[in-house]
């Protein structure tokens, strides 16, 4: 056996458990071990003489007695009189009462004259002392090691089938059987101050105390980030080896260049400049461009990314723009025909719905915009130089790299209107390089937003009835679901929502509903409806996150909004403001408790997202999503493209940046230490075969 084992294979016991562990990411040895504690119980062990109630403790001792006594208890809802099981077991220095309810069978468990360890809260029984028990397990004997009711007791998540107690005898059973090497050079090791490999895997999941736990986790986070950075650095070096891109003229064309952004009706923003400018400077260079650009929803990202096609065009190359959805391939391609096709550049459309064009229709183009049609051999291109890829995130390496191979290594922009981290760009993007448009064009709205206490709700829906009527306001009502979650019941589904709101709250107007599972003509049709007037409220789930650009939409309702990151609800709101109404967002939550928020729960998350009410800037939303729900959480219900990291955490600069440091110390030396090397290259070497 090996960290590399399947799991499958050792024996009856994981075989049993193998689709629960599948489904919770765990397939070898490896992963198991790897399987960290969310947190530890303390549990300290006292002489029964000594004990003081209210203590958390484990005792151990011999068995005396074990009885079940049926008692005359008034709870008999279930028709049942409630049972207890009282154990009582003796050290040294005394007796003492360990009690169960319900709990018949532990009188099978545990029979009298063995040794036991009792893990629990002393409390007050009558007169006497009793041990509430939360945690047992029978000894062999009396000096035999408790590895669930001692000491600090590790604790993992937990699924269906799958439990802590379960958790820890494998563990226990693995790390006595297998043999862990060490594979980082001693010189990292010492100046990251960490501990070996074998002790800090041991220790985690078993640690005497607080520290030594913490010396763990800091070892496994650093191992976690030095893998992905190296990983990093190998597709970085792989991309430039992928060789010489075609440097396109920046100084020759200048004059064309600033005639066209003259043209435009509106006057860039100094972070727009400052970004052409940093694609002007790739595109000048033989190695091909691969730059992430960055900027909040109205930002003017496609702006940028016309300006760099109109540079390719004028070079002799073509641009291949892939968008996520159809509605916002359509958008893409009214908004660059619009800004281009004065200047003599022809631009087409490919998108799934269409049907196919012969081969004496193909299109000459110099611009093709589409989904996923733009890989099928929908677009025949001639001579590819540039690949403009929006919210990059939403499309997997495989598509990405089919979409490049069309041309000779073109130069590559990826988009992105999801505000990014300087922690999580260092980890998931640092073999990118990245522009940010920080500022929002002239003119655009700052939209009003508020968190609205359950109470509020019948009011807020009266003001907005008479915006609707009396200034023809257009409104977004966003639900996070399609259909009702089995485990999150309380979230409306935006179906549901939909029949109650055009029934209970605005029959009086017309609304639309939209969601991922429509077709596409049926989504074109609804947003078509929407934007000519048609429907005053267009319920919808997330897929308006990406793209929906209706200048009149003026109200936007998140309904579960605590279901959202910070970022995610700043992209939603983004949908309104984009006209000269002033504009308004309501934050809808349900977490309240009679009539608002007054529970511990609910004001924890008012506060949250009352950040949305005094902030507007996405980058500064997602850095303080961070740090209040952690990476997980911070994107909500709707975001792709995280990095999974099981135990190192995306807020820990400091450890991202020694890992990052170490990485580049290991780059040109990975051949010297060939377990460290297969890691990096279980990672990295699938998306470099696939790009």
């Known amino acids: 056996m090996d960290l590399k084992t399947p799991l499958a294979l050792l024996g009856p016991t994981f075989r049993m458990k193998r689709a629960v562990l599948l489904k919770v990411g765990l397939e070898t040895v490896e992963d198991f ?27 151990q001792g011999k068995v005396v007695s074990a009885t079940n006594i049926f008692t005359h208890s008034s709870l008999r809802s279930s028709g049942r009189a409630l049972t207890i099981q009282k154990i009582t077991v003796q050290d040294d220095t005394g007796k003492i009462d360990a009690i169960f309810f319900n709990q018949k069978f532990i009188l099978s468990n545990i029979r009298k004259g063995e040794f036991v360890s009792f893990a629990g809260r002393v409390e007050k029984f009558g007169s006497k002392k009793t041990l509430s028990v939360r945690s047992y397990e029978v000894l062999s004997n009396k000096d035999a090691e408790a590895i669930h009711t001692t000491g600090l007791v590790p604790v993992y998540s937990e699924t269906r089938g799958l439990f802590s107690k379960w958790i820890r005898n494998r563990i226990k059973s693995l790390l006595e059987n297998i043999r862990i090497s060490e594979y980082l050079p001693e010189n990292i090791r010492s100046e990251n101050n960490l501990i070996d490999l074998p002790t800090a895997i041991r220790t985690i999941h078993f640690p005497k105390t607080f520290e030594e736990a913490e010396y763990a986790r800091a070892r496994l986070s650093f191992d976690e980030l030095l893998i992905k950075h190296t990983a990093a650095l190998i597709r970085k070096k792989e991309w430039e080896k992928r060789g010489k891109a075609i440097p396109f003229e920046i100084e020759k064309h200048g004059a064309k260049v600033a005639e066209l952004i003259k043209s435009l009706p509106f006057e860039l923003t100094s972070s727009q400049k400052r970004a052409a400018n940093e694609i002007f400077e790739d595109l000048s260079k033989s190695i091909p461009m691969n730059r992430l650009l960055e900027g909040d929803v109205g930002s003017g990202k496609t702006v940028v990314a016309a300006i760099a096609a109109y540079v390719a065009f004028l070079n002799g190359y073509q641009t291949a723009f892939m968008a996520p959805t159809e509605i916002l391939a359509n958008q893409h391609f009214d908004t660059i025909q ?31 915009i589409g989904t996923h049609a733009l890989i099928h051999n929908r677009a025949k291109f001639d001579n590819l130089g540039l690949v403009v890829i929006d919210e990059q995130q939403r499309f997997g390496v495989e598509q990405r790299a089919i979409l490049r191979e069309k041309g000779t290594n073109p130069h590559l922009l990826s988009m992105t209107a999801t505000p990014i981290p300087r922690t999580i760009f260092l980890t998931i993007y640092s073999d990118l390089s990245l522009s940010v448009l920080d500022e929002m064009p002239k003119g655009r709205q700052k939209i009003k937003t508020w968190v609205v206490p359950e109470e509020k709700r019948e009011k807020g829906y009266g003001w907005i009835s008479d915006k609707i009527r009396k200034e023809k306001s257009q409104v977004f009502i966003v639900c996070p679901f399609i259909e009702p979650s089995e485990t999150l019941t309380t979230v409306k589904a935006a179906k549901e929502e939909f029949e109650r709101l055009k029934k209970e709250v605005f029959p009086n107007f017309r609304l639309g509903l939209l969601h991922g599972k429509l077709k596409s003509a049926e989504k074109s049709s609804v947003i078509k409806k929407f934007r000519d007037g048609s429907i005053n409220i267009l319920v919808a789930t997330p897929v308006i996150e990406v793209g929906i650009d209706i200048p009149t939409a003026d109200i936007m309702i998140v309904e579960a909004a605590e279901r959202f990151g910070l970022a995610q609800l700043h992209q939603l709101r983004g949908r309104v403001g984009r006209g000269e109404k002033e504009s308004y967002c309501f934050l809808f939550t349900q977490h309240h408790h009679g009539a608002g928020f007054t529970d511990a ?91």
């Open 33 to 59: 071990l790897l399987y960290i504690p969310f947190r530890y119980e303390n549990y300290h062990v006292s002489k029964i003489g000594i004990l003081q109630f209210g203590e958390q403790v484990t005792v």
């Open 338 to 368: 619009s800004i281009l096709e004065p200047f003599g550049v022809k631009v087409d459309l490919f998108t799934s719905s269409q049907k196919p064009k012969a081969k004496s229709q193909q299109p000459n183009f110099d611009i093709a």
């Open 601 to 691: 729960t609910s004001d924890k998350t008012r506060k949250r997202l009352s950040y949305l009410q005094t902030i507007d800037n996405g980058p500064e939303l997602a850095e303080i999503d961070l740090k209040l729900r952690g990476p997980g959480d911070m994107f909500g219900t709707a975001q792709h493209g995280i990095p999974d990291l099981k135990i190192a955490s995306l807020s820990d600069l400091s450890t991202i940046e020694r890992a990052r440091t170490s990485a580049e110390q290991l780059f040109d030396k990975l051949s010297k230490y060939p377990t460290l090397k297969q890691k990096v290259e279980e990672i990295s070497l699938p998306k470099i075969s696939k790009d």
